[in-house]
Antibody, heavy 119, light 108 residues
Framework: EVQLVQSGAEVKKPGESLKISCKAS????????IGWVRQMPGKGLEWMGI????????RYSPSFQGQVTISADKSISTAYVQWSSLKASDTAMYYCARSLRVAKHFDSWGQGTLVTVSS | DIVLTQSPATLSLSPGERATLSCGAS???????LAWYQQKPGLAPRLLIYDASRGATGIPDRFSGSGSGTDFTLTISRLEPEDFAVYYC?????????FGGGTKVEIK
């Protein structure tokens, strides 16, 4: 069974750094892309970026380029998204999701990680 | 970026009725690479339809997708109680992939 299990909820202050994770199991981690999707409170879905763990090829939406860093550690089948300096506007639910190709639908999703940034 | 506009924003229907959800694109979606997802409160989205009309694994056949170019439709033939949720379309034929704003299907 394909599973994407994300790290737990985080509460941070503006300016702090953060790295959240997405651990994959039940399939070959290096054969699929892992994407990240933001959902701000009460809002819709936003495609942030995607990584191919096999060779770390990474693509970003222009809206998120330079705002976050996506990475992966294939030795532990885990993908990450990180922020160097959080803002209140980063408060959102973040989902990881699996895709067969860089330009394809997401067929499996993690449960989401809620990030709250507040002073 | 391609902008996807979903309509209506809210659809009020009764169980057993047919639901028709629309997704319009600001420009033609390459290869009709469009997906539909269902999201229930507090849960992650779930893939229903991909490539405009292909049903995802395990999805009941009351869900169907159609359309091409700039106009796409998700149809739920007979609403079951568990179908009341928010539905999103996503295009992945043009970079960057984008999502629509969602349609909420609520119980009338």
């Amino acid at each position: 069974e394909v599973q994407l299990v994300q790290s737990g909820a985080e509460v941070k202050k503006p300016g702090e750094s953060l790295k959240i994770s997405c651990k994959a199991s039940g399939y070959s981690f290096t054969s699929y892309w892992i994407g990240w999707v933001r959902q701000m409170p009460g809002k819709g879905l936003e495609w942030m970026g995607i990584i191919f763990p096999g060779d770390s090829d990474t693509r970003y939406s222009p809206s998120f380029q330079g705002q976050v860093t996506i990475s992966a550690d294939k030795s532990i089948s885990t993908a990450y998204v990180q922020w160097s300096s959080l803002k209140a506007s980063d408060t959102a639910m973040y989902y990881c999701a699996r895709s067969l190709r860089v330009a394809k639908h997401f067929d499996s999703w993690g449960q989401g990680t809620l990030v709250t940034v507040s002073s | 970026d391609i902008v996807l506009t979903q309509s209506p924003a809210t659809l009020s229907l009764s169980p057993g009725e047919r639901a028709t959800l629309s997704c319009g694109a600001s420009q033609s979606v390459s290869s009709n690479y469009l997906a539909w997802y269902q999201q229930k409160p507090g849960l992650a989205p779930r893939l229903l339809i991909y490539d405009a009309s292909r049903g995802a694994t395990g999805i009941p056949d009351r869900f169907s997708g159609s359309g091409s170019g700039t106009d796409f439709t998700l149809t739920i033939s007979r609403l079951e109680p568990e179908d009341f949720a928010v539905y999103y379309c996503q295009q992945y034929g043009n970079s960057p992939p984008t999502f629509g704003g969602g349609t909420k299907v609520e119980i009338k």
